[in-house]
């Protein structure tokens, strides 16, 4: 394990419900995705982070749910062409474009979607460095939410709802799209693809371009 993702389990662990993927799954994802994330898969499994704030997935289990957010919000790109590398317990997917590195974030539960340019690494064939970079930069308060009155979610969700597991998440009832409101009562624990491809169904989504020195 390298010291960056050594320093992202510390400051995330311990693990939970790791699955350790299959030959055929690894071989599926060689060239697509940097080898170092394979690596970390190899290493420690799919698993969860953080009491379930944070989970490294496998990509195919979330490839409807990335597809029905582009086609929802008219995304005129290849879907197969991006990977969930990361999720929170809330359903964000953090995505890695093949050729391009970490480019697009979803965030289902307020209806957006984050699109950033290439990473200069990765296109500098720092394929691993990019990677290392987006574990070893990572915070906690990066992957929690606020609620209406802008206080975090997950510690409240976790005593109220018990951990997410690698098949589900935390959403609203209703969801904000429909008149929802980000408050604790209204919060529960939904199966993670169905949600989030009703979620995308339930509202044209909008699309947030970052440029380099800001947003467009």
Request: hydrophobic residues 40%; glycine residues 10%; aromatic residues 12%.
């Amino acid at each position: 394990m390298n010291e960056d993702f050594a320093s992202f389990n510390q400051d995330f662990g311990p693990r939970v419900g790791a699955v350790r993927p299959t030959a055929s799954q690894f071989g599926h994802y060689h060239g697509k995705l940097p080898a170092s994330l394979l690596s970390y898969w190899e290493e420690t499994g799919w698993c969860g982070y953080a009491h379930g704030l944070l989970w490294i997935p496998d990509p195919a289990t979330l490839g409807p749910a990335v597809k029905a957010w582009f086609d929802a919000a008219g995304i005129d790109e290849a879907a197969d062409q991006y990977h969930v590398i990361a999720r929170s317990a809330f359903g964000d997917l953090y995505l890695w474009r093949e050729k391009q590195g970490h480019t697009m974030i979803i965030h289902p539960l307020t209806g957006s979607i984050t699109v950033m340019p290439p990473d200069r690494y990765v296109l500098d064939g720092e394929d691993d460095l990019a990677l290392d970079s987006f574990f070893s930069g990572s915070e906690r308060d990066d992957y929690d939410l606020e609620d209406i009155n802008h206080k975090r979610l997950f510690k409240r969700a976790l005593k109220k709802l018990g951990p997410t597991t690698m098949e589900d998440m935390y959403g609203f009832e209703p969801a904000l799209q429909l008149g929802g409101v980000p408050t604790l009562d209204k919060l529960v624990k939904v199966d993670l693809v169905a949600h989030l491809v009703f979620l995308a169904q339930a509202s044209k989504p909008e699309v947030i371009h970052i440029q380099h020195g800001g947003w467009s």
